[in-house]
């Protein structure tokens, strides 16, 4: 059966795309809450370890993914920039914004504790 075929269910042929997303549901949507996790932390890892990733939520929220390791696969290549391109103190900033409104001020407010 080619990928465009499909999966076969009740002796109806179901389109590929259907079948993709009816499988990649239950592995994509598995979550745990924070107590669970910690009471079985042993089994979840199992899971992460056979490849299926776990999503940590506070409550309903997630805070944290736990994805199975991939050593090296997914490291941060360095690119150095094309020959010709100038240094980056070389580079003109551009001119100052002409506004009526005092930044300092704004960010001041932003920062302040809510009383």
Known sequence: ???QEGLEFNHVRLPAFLDMTICGYTVVMQT???AELKARLSE???RVRRGHPVTVLDRETPIARIVP???DSAALAIRHPPPGIGKLSALRLPPPL???VDIVRLLMEERQPER
């Open 1 to 3: 059966m080619n990928s």
């Open 69 to 71: 390791y991939a050593p």
């Open 32 to 34: 745990v809450k924070i």
């Open 98 to 100: 002409k506004i009526d």
């Open 44 to 46: 979840y890892l199992r």
